[in-house]
């Protein structure tokens, strides 16, 4: 199953996925399926990776 994140959602922020959840029981229905917004932030960066994050910060702080 494929879930598209919306642009903006926080960490620890809870999507709720209908229809796919455990089944109802004694029915033919699914309950829905709730998903944790997780961030993974890496440990080590290339080179160019830091420069692109650097590249985000000067925009973000320009935007502000």
Excluded: C, N, W
Aim: hydrophobic residues 40%; without cysteine; charged residues 30%.
């Amino acid at each position: 199953m494929k879930v598209s994140v919306p642009p903006g959602a926080e960490p620890d922020s809870v999507l709720r996925v209908h229809g796919k959840g455990l089944p109802v029981l004694g029915e033919s229905a699914r309950g829905d399926l709730y998903l944790v917004v997780r961030v993974a932030i890496p440990k080590r960066l290339s080179p160019e990776e830091t420069q692109l994050f650097e590249a985000l910060r000067q925009l973000e702080k320009r935007s502000h």
